[in-house]
């Protein structure tokens, strides 16, 4: 894994329980919270994300990894239309988070 990678799931590891013993379907509402804060963030709305879930229900699912690789695609255009670099903003925030945790110890 990368070490931005790896950043993050010690990040996301320090507030939940040990994370190798979850499942990939038990992330589906916390990626889901953060889509979300994503999707009003760029300007979106409810009524675009209702007619979202109606017309995604009959698609077929994806893999894994394809749906990572449509994921990061996405970020990569929202970041360059917002003029940052996403994975140094996430280093930041990484860095910040995890900085703040060691010293509350």
């Not at 994975?87 to 703040?100: H, K, P, S």
Request: aromatic letters at 2%; charged letters at 25%.
């Amino acid at each position: 894994m990368s070490e931005l990678q790896n950043k993050a799931v010690t990040l996301a590891s320090q507030g939940e329980d040990d994370l190798s013993s979850q499942a990939s379907s038990d992330r589906c509402i916390p990626f889901l919270k953060s889509a979300l804060d994503l999707h009003f963030a760029l300007g979106g709305n409810i009524e675009a994300l209702d007619a979202l879930l109606q017309a995604h229900r009959s698609r077929r699912q994806l893999r894994v990894d394809a749906a990572v690789a449509n994921v990061v695609i996405e970020l990569a255009v929202a970041s360059h239309l917002s003029d940052i670099d996403m994975v140094q903003a996430t280093y930041n925030r990484l860095d910040a988070e995890l900085d703040i945790s060691r010293h509350s110890k």
